[in-house]
């Protein structure tokens, strides 16, 4: 009987925990909007743990707030049945409802930009395993991965950095600060610095409403120190990762010296020594690939952990996707006031 009370008292304090993490979450969100709908539009950070499953980690160039689904799944064996060496056993499912924003400062403070990043999740096997199985695997007729023990909870992440902008032959090109990742998933503290978007073409075609086309690159370098959560434990307690990435698009001028896509396609590579250890302690290496598009107020992007494999297999266990939505730059659409 003593027994069960104290198993029911801990199932009663672990529920009163995660309301309180959800209301906090539901209060973060609600300041961030209200907030953050002055600001004007660009591209939203990534939310843990898309920076370690292969997804571009690059800071915001302009101010934002975007609201979206990001998938990110882990599974401990390939296509092949292999078993993935790591502490973490069960499939897990994330599937974060995000909302982003990022905020340039300005007068003393035009050169610093803050982040702060949302995310919810009904961690399940689905829609993640629908997406790498039925249309990913199937797309490159590769075996599908099977699920072991599926993680069936609700997990939350909250993001944040800081941001300090440095110009190299046009505005805000080069980038250093730091910030964290803190929630069920894992514990992180970061700092990066690298080069967002540095124009490596000629102008392709010139557009005074649209913008230019060009080529662009972009470099990061991020080193991370990181603790356990509820979902991936037993990590390694510090991580670099390298990140190049190529882009192609038409950008835009506005009259603040700020240049936003107008629409864009980036590829991106990434080398990460890992956060996932086996049970001796020794890390897991991640080389993954990154595909994004963005359109208007919109922006897609998958990634996948199969570099080096791409056209025989997948290597694992990592798969994730994007989908966001712009709402300031929705907002200035239909906005009179906005408009102008």
């Known amino acids: 009987m003593i027994h069960s009370q104290l198993s029911g008292g801990r199932r009663h304090a672990r529920k009163t925990r995660y309301r309180w993490i959800t209301r906090g979450f539901v209060l973060i969100l609600s300041v961030v909007l209200v907030i953050g709908i002055s600001s004007s539009p660009a ?4 939310p843990a743990p898309s920076v370690h499953w292969g997804s571009t980690a690059f800071p915001d160039q302009y101010s934002t707030v975007t609201t979206g689904l990001t998938l990110n799944r882990f599974t401990p064996i390939d296509g092949n049945g ?38 919810i999740s ?45 110009p190299l032959f046009q505005p805000k090109v080069i980038f ?8 069920t998933i894992y514990q992180q503290g970061f700092l990066r610095a690298g080069i967002r978007r540095l124009q490596v073409s000629p102008t392709l075609y010139c557009s005074d409403r649209w913008g230019d086309i060009s080529l662009r690159a972009s470099v ?3 080193i991370s120190y990181q603790d356990n959560g509820a979902a991936v434990h037993s990590v390694r307690s510090t991580a670099g990762l390298v990140q190049p990435s190529i882009a192609f698009g038409q950008y835009r001028t506005t009259a603040n010296g700020e240049t936003i896509p107008t629409w864009e396609i980036e590829f991106a590579l990434m080398w990460d020594s890992g956060i996932f250890v086996n049970p001796l302690g020794k890390s ?3 080389f993954a690939w990154s595909l994004a598009a963005s359109t208007g107020p919109l922006r897609f992007e998958t990634w996948n952990d199969s570099m080096g494999n791409i056209a025989t297999r997948d290597f694992g266990p990592t798969y994730g996707a994007s989908l966001t939505l712009d709402v300031l730059r929705v907002w200035r659409y239909f906005s009179p006031e906005q408009s102008g």
Do not use: C
């Open 176 to 183: 250093a600060g730091g910030g964290f990742s803190v929630g």
């Open 43 to 46: 591209w939203s950070e990534s």
């Open 284 to 286: 897991q290496k991640q």
């Open 220 to 222: 990061l370098g991020r």
């Open 82 to 119: 292999a078993k993935y060496d790591s502490t973490v056993t069960n499939t897990l499912g994330f599937n974060l409802i995000t909302l982003s924003w990022t905020q340039h400062w300005g007068g003393d403070w035009k050169d610093w930009s803050t982040n702060l990043t949302a995310g």
């Open 122 to 166: 009904p961690t399940s096997d689905e829609p993640s395993q629908f997406f790498q199985n039925k249309v990913v695997h199937q797309l490159r007729h590769l075996p599908p991965v099977t699920s072991v023990d599926p993680r069936k909870e609700t997990d939350v992440m909250i993001d944040g950095s800081v941001t300090r902008w440095f």
